[in-house]
């Protein structure tokens, strides 16, 4: 039976390579987006057009509503989810003191609550099936800070918090929670940074250059597998070493 897989902020970056690999690896896949609907149509047309079975669901994943009605509509037409990946996520740099309400609740809101609002929907159907599959994706800076980055660094420190909390309360309902840090990653989300800070983060990287979002997307395929099946409240760094 084909299993469905839904992953948030699939329109770009990293969850666009990481919906690319669930299809390779026999999922029907539900592509979250929210801005990006252009985006999100044309990855939808790519992988139908290599044989896939995939379809776009825009929601905000802030607003517990809007994630409310889109797993109500994955469900009518595909049944419960059995695979969730939180990888929707805005970054945000400023100092602490510069920190306004509305980008506190912003952050919070996609990157934690967002996590947190898909979790609750996803998860009554798979204890009833007594089997499920959430993969977190957070960051190195929610191990090691960032300065400048606080509220982000805060908001993936929760998400990994979350992770392994999760994966002890869920593991008796055969449900598993894993988490995944990525290091600097070449998508939209370094557009924030010059040429010049782009190329002082590869070779501070010891692998000598920026991850892809692919790199991001393997490790997702591992948490997906049955080769991972005994594997649960891990949180694995993706990073070339940057974090050391
Ligand atoms: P990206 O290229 O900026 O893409 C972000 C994705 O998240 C987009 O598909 C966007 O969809 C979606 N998104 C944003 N807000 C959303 C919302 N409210 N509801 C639903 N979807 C939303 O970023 P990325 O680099 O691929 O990042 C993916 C994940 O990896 C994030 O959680 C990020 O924090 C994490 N990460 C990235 C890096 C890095 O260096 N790139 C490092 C560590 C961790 P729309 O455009 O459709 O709104």
Partial sequence: MTKTALVTGASRGIGRAIARALC?????VCLNYD????????????????GFSVMTYRADVSDSRQVGEMFRAV????????????????????????LTDEMIDRVLGVDLKGQINTIRCAVPDMIASK????????????????SCESLYAAAKA?????SRSLAMELAPSGIR????CPGVIDT?????????????????TPMGRLGSPEDIAEAVRFFSSEG????????????????G
């Fill in 24 to 28: 390779e690896e026999g999922f029907l």
């Fill in 35 to 50: 801005q990006s609907e252009e985006k999100a149509l044309e990855l939808c047309s790519e992988l139908h057009e290599r």
């Fill in 188 to 204: 939209d989300m370094m557009s924030v940074y010059d040429e010049e800070t782009r190329e002082q983060l590869a070779s501070d």
């Fill in 177 to 180: 929670v894993n988490c995944i």
């Fill in 158 to 162: 929760g998400v990994i918090g979350l």
């Fill in 75 to 98: 469900r009518e037409k595909f049944g419960p989810v059995s695979l969730l990946v939180n990888n929707a996520g805005i970054s945000c740099q400023a100092q602490i003191q510069d």
């Fill in 131 to 146: 089997s499920g599959n959430i993969i977190n994706i957070a960051s190195i800076w929610g191990l090691r800070g960032a």
């Fill in 228 to 243: 991972s099946a005994f594997v649960t409240g891990q949180v694995l760094t993706v990073d070339g070493g940057f974090a």
